[in-house]
């Protein structure tokens, strides 16, 4: 197997561990919409973006799956972020920590 190659295998099996957390994370959501309160818009937007750039890579490689895996965590991190966002534009009342509530 050339590097290339084992290259796409590890990056295939990234993306399966890191679709079987977004389910997790997403079934807290479900559970709790208030869990994403505590979301940074900052760290929101850079993960969006990050994963992002990520899907292009994916694209590039021609990596299928990784590319089709990835939607879905690009979708959850733009929601994320749009919801912290739509937050803190709605002027929520910031926590002790410096957490928007």
Do not use: H
């Amino acid at each position: 197997m050339d590097t290339l190659g084992l290259a796409n295998l590890v990056l295939d099996l990234a993306s399966v561990i890191n679709f079987i957390a977004l389910l997790l994370m997403l079934r807290a959501v479900v559970k709790n919409r208030k869990v994403l309160r505590g979301y940074s818009i900052v760290g929101s937007f850079l993960t969006f973006v990050s994963i992002l750039g990520f899907e292009v890579a994916y694209y590039l490689l021609g990596n299928t799956i990784g590319f089709a895996l990835g939607w879905a965590t690009v979708a959850f991190w733009f929601i994320a972020f749009a919801y912290s966002l739509r937050q803190r534009l709605k002027g929520a009342p910031e926590q002790k920590d410096g957490v928007k509530a």
